[in-house]
């Protein structure tokens, strides 16, 4: 859905944070990422907020058709609304 030129997603920028990457991959191995949502929760006046979100994100990181990593990360947002 949404793609950028700008920055350039291989072993080596993201091994900057997470090394095993460019030690296991090597160096300069193009890489995607695919960032899914799901089990949206939306809660009003909840944690002292006036809008709270729970969701869940799935991350994935690929080269090519192969998946390398992939894990699953719990979320909460929040926002003021003003109405």
Do not use: C, W
């Amino acid at each position: 859905m949404f793609h950028t030129d700008i920055f350039e997603f291989t072993s080596t920028s993201i091994g900057q944070y997470i090394p095993l990457f460019t030690r296991v991959y090597g160096e300069e191995l193009p890489l995607k990422m695919i960032l899914t949502f799901k089990d949206f929760d939306v809660n009003f006046g909840r944690y002292d907020t006036p809008l709270n979100l729970e969701y869940t994100t799935d991350v994935t990181i690929m080269t090519g058709d192969k998946e390398l990593f992939s894990d699953e990360i719990r979320m909460i947002s929040s926002a003021l609304v003003n109405i």
